[in-house]
C-alpha cells in the first residue's frame, strides 16, 4: 500500500463540464510523485443535511464523506460562486462535515477558479465555513486561478500550461504544509 500523502479534491459543483471540476481534473493530472489524489464523487448523492440524521447509523453517503476525509492528508477544494456564495449542494456537504472530527486540523487550501474579480463571495463564505468545520486553512496554498472554458481541452483537462503549473504549484504548498505540520522539526 501506497504510504504517500493523499489530498482529497472536492468539487463544489454538479455541472458536466464544471471548470471547477476541470482544475480538480487537472491537479489529478499534474500531481508529481511526491502525492497521491482522489477525486470525492458523492456529492450529489448527499442527503440534506439534517441534525436528526446526524447520529448512527449515518446514511451511507455521509459515512463514505467522512471516510473520505479521514483517509486524507489534505483537502483540496474547487468551487463556483452561486448568487454571492456557496452552492448549496456544497454548503450542504460542508454542513455534514460538522457533526464528525474527520476534518479538524486538517490542512485545507482551495483554487478559485473564477473570471478575475469574480467569485469572491463563494471564497469569504468557504473561509467562514471552514473555520466553523475546525479545518486548518493553509492560506499559501489558496490561489486565485482563473479557467475560462476555452483553456479546457475535449478531455477535461486544462491545456493552458501556466494554468497547470499553478495547479502544480497549490498541491505542492499544501503537500509541503502537511508535512510540516506533521513534522513541526522539519526544515
Ligand atoms: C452563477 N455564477 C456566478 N459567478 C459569480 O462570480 N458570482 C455569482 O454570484 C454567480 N452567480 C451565479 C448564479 C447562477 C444560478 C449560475 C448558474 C452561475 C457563475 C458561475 O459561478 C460560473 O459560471 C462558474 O464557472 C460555474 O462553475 P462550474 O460549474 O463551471 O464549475
Not at 477544494?77 to 474527520?102: H, S
Not at 494554468?163 to 499544501?174: K, M, P, S, T, Y
Request: proline share 7%.
Amino acid at each position: 500500500m501506497s504510504t504517500l500523502p493523499l489530498i482529497l479534491l472536492l468539487s463544489g459543483s454538479l455541472r458536466a463540464g464544471s471548470s471547477n471540476e476541470a482544475v480538480l481534473r487537472t491537479a489529478q493530472a499534474v500531481a508529481a510523485s511526491q502525492v497521491r489524489t482522489a477525486g470525492y464523487e458523492g456529492l450529489a448523492a448527499l442527503p440534506h443535511f439534517n441534525p436528526d440524521d446526524d447520529t448512527d447509523p449515518l446514511p451511507a453517503p455521509v459515512v463514505e464523506l467522512r471516510a473520505a476525509i479521514g483517509e486524507a492528508a489534505a483537502v483540496l477544494i474547487c468551487t463556483p460562486e452561486y448568487a454571492g456564495t456557496l452552492p448549496g449542494a456544497f454548503k450542504n456537504l460542508l454542513d455534514w462535515t460538522i457533526g464528525g472530527t474527520e476534518i479538524c486540523n486538517k490542512p485545507v487550501a482551495w483554487v478559485n477558479a473564477a473570471s478575475p474579480g469574480r467569485g469572491q463571495g463563494a471564497e469569504a463564505t468557504l473561509r467562514l465555513v471552514l473555520g466553523y468545520t475546525g479545518a486548518a486553512i493553509v492560506e499559501s496554498a489558496c490561489a486565485r486561478i482563473p479557467v475560462a472554458s476555452h483553456m479546457v481541452g475535449a478531455d477535461g483537462l486544462i491545456t493552458d500550461p501556466h494554468v497547470r503549473e499553478q495547479v502544480g504549484e497549490v498541491l505542492a504548498v499544501l503537500t509541503d504544509a502537511r508535512e510540516q505540520a506533521a513534522d513541526p522539526d522539519r526544515a
